[in-house]
């Protein structure tokens, strides 16, 4: 549950948006629960070398916040999932922003700090630039 810290979630959004700006894929909808994380991206380098490097960087960082030596931060394994057309970026895109609502945490999903959603970022639709052109029109 140590991603409901401020400071943890907090290095989580500027990790994912480093790896965005940085070229390591373009960053679709995210967000940060308190104990899982749930990102869409188009990967720009090897899915393996891509989630090496952001739960290598992020595991340390939360650790050195927590105190914490010798502990592995995040669990070994991650759910992959491809996506194959704007339809499913779109549902998939809806399902994480709607994460934090569905969980009870809010009402409305721009009200989710720790999300792509939140208020102070532009809302994704069907034209959004979170949707990459390199998907295939139908699938």
């Known amino acids: 549950m140590y991603l409901q810290m401020e400071s ?5 959004v500027e ?3 480093w790896g965005a700006e940085n070229g390591r894929y373009e960053l679709g909808p995210y967000v940060i629960m308190a104990n899982h994380v749930h990102a869409l991206f188009l990967p720009k380098v090897p899915v393996p070398k891509l989630m090496q490097g952001l739960k290598g960087y992020t595991g340390k960082e939360a650790n050195r ?10 669990q070994s394994e ?3 999932h491809f996506v194959r057309n704007p339809a499913e970026f779109m549902r998939i895109m809806r399902y ?3 994460n934090p609502v569905k ?4 009402k409305n ?4 700090r720790w999300s792509s959603a939140w208020r102070e970022k532009p809302h994704a639709t069907a034209s959004s630039p979170y949707v990459p ?3 295939p029109a139908h699938a």
């Open 78 to 80: 991650s759910n992959e």
């Open 109 to 112: 999903a721009a009200d989710y």
């Open 8 to 12: 943890i979630a907090g290095l989580m």
């Open 65 to 74: 916040i927590l105190g914490r030596t010798g502990e592995p931060f995040w």
């Open 96 to 98: 994480i922003e709607q």
């Open 133 to 135: 052109a390199a998907l």
């Open 103 to 106: 969980a009870g945490l809010i």
């Open 15 to 17: 990790s994912l948006q």
